[in-house]
C-alpha cells in the first residue's frame, strides 16, 4: 500500500499486509486468540477485563486495538472462514503523541513478518491522527523486539527501573517526526522488505 493509499483508507477496514489480515480488535476476537496469544507473549499478561477496557476506550478516540490473522482459506464447503488471529497491538493516544500499548506474536507466527505489520499500521495510525512522535517500553531482556523497533526509528531514551513485574527493567524509546516525507519512506521501505 502507497502513502496516499494508506493516507486515504479509512482505518476500520480490514487490511491485508505482508500475508496477514489486520482488522480492528472486537471483545470476541479475545477467546479467539488474543488471549491465547498474550499468554504466550508476557509473563503476565493482561485479564480479560484489561481487554475489555482498552477495546471500551477505542470508542472515544483514546485507544486503536488490531488483530493479524492469517488469510480467510476457503473450507470444503465454500464457505470463507476467517483467518486464526496470529498477533495483535495497540496505541493509546495522548495530545499529539501515541504511545504502544503492546505488540504480541503468538509463538508459532513469530519472525514471520506479523510483528512488522502490526508496527505499520500502527504508524500509519499514528501518522492519521497528526501524532508527531510515538513511544513504547520495552524489556531489556527483549532484544529481538528493540531491534524491530530500530527498524522503525525508535532509538533508546531512557531506562524505567523494575518496571516489568518490579523485576526487569523497561528501556523507554522514542521516535519523533513521524509526519515527515522521510519517515514515510522508511514506512514504505519495511512494507516493501515485506
Given at each position: 500500500?502507497?502513502?496516499?493509499?494508506?493516507?486515504?483508507?479509512?482505518?476500520?477496514?480490514?487490511?491485508?499486509?505482508?500475508?496477514?489480515?489486520?482488522?480492528?480488535?472486537?471483545?470476541?476476537?479475545?477467546?479467539?486468540?488474543?488471549?491465547?496469544?498474550?499468554?504466550?507473549?508476557?509473563?503476565?499478561?493482561?485479564?480479560?477485563?484489561?481487554?475489555?477496557?482498552?477495546?471500551?476506550?477505542v470508542?472515544?478516540?483514546?485507544?486503536?486495538?488490531?488483530?493479524?490473522?492469517?488469510?480467510?482459506?476457503?473450507?470444503?464447503?465454500?464457505?470463507?472462514?476467517?483467518?486464526?488471529?496470529?498477533?495483535?497491538?495497540?496505541?493509546?493516544?495522548?495530545?499529539?503523541?501515541?504511545?504502544?500499548?503492546?505488540?504480541?506474536?503468538?509463538?508459532?507466527a513469530?519472525?514471520s513478518g506479523v510483528?512488522?505489520?502490526?508496527?505499520?499500521?500502527?504508524?500509519?495510525?499514528?501518522?492519521?491522527?497528526?501524532?508527531?512522535?510515538?513511544?513504547?517500553?520495552?524489556?531489556?531482556s527483549?532484544?529481538?523486539?528493540?531491534?524491530?523497533?530500530?527498524?522503525?526509528?525508535?532509538?533508546?531514551?531512557?531506562?524505567r527501573?523494575?518496571?516489568?513485574?518490579?523485576?526487569?527493567?523497561?528501556?523507554?524509546?522514542?521516535?519523533?517526526?513521524?509526519?515527515?516525507?522521510?519517515?514515510r519512506?522508511?514506512?514504505?521501505?519495511?512494507?516493501?522488505?515485506?
Amino acid at each position: 500500500m502507497s502513502v496516499i493509499e494508506r493516507m486515504l483508507g479509512r482505518p476500520d477496514d480490514d487490511r491485508e499486509l505482508g500475508g496477514v489480515v489486520l482488522s480492528p480488535m472486537q471483545r470476541r476476537d479475545l477467546r479467539q486468540g488474543v488471549l491465547e496469544t498474550e499468554a504466550h507473549a508476557y509473563p503476565k499478561p493482561w485479564s480479560t477485563s484489561v481487554f475489555h477496557s482498552e477495546i471500551q476506550q477505542v470508542k472515544n478516540g483514546s485507544r486503536y486495538y488490531l488483530t493479524a490473522r492469517r488469510p480467510p482459506t476457503v473450507s470444503a464447503a465454500q464457505k470463507v472462514a476467517k483467518g486464526r488471529i496470529v498477533g495483535h497491538a495497540g496505541l493509546w493516544f495522548t495530545h499529539d503523541e501515541a504511545h504502544v500499548t503492546n505488540v504480541a506474536v503468538h509463538p508459532d507466527a513469530r519472525r514471520s513478518g506479523v510483528a512488522t505489520a502490526l508496527m505499520i499500521a500502527l504508524a500509519d495510525e499514528a501518522i492519521r491522527r497528526e501524532c508527531v512522535a510515538w513511544t513504547l517500553e520495552v524489556r531489556v531482556s527483549s532484544v529481538g523486539a528493540q531491534e524491530l523497533y530500530r527498524e522503525f526509528g525508535f532509538a533508546p531514551a531512557g531506562v524505567r527501573k523494575k518496571y516489568y513485574e518490579n523485576v526487569e527493567d523497561a528501556i523507554v524509546m522514542w521516535c519523533h517526526d513521524i509526519q515527515t516525507a522521510e519517515y514515510r519512506d522508511r514506512l514504505d521501505r519495511l512494507e516493501a522488505q515485506r
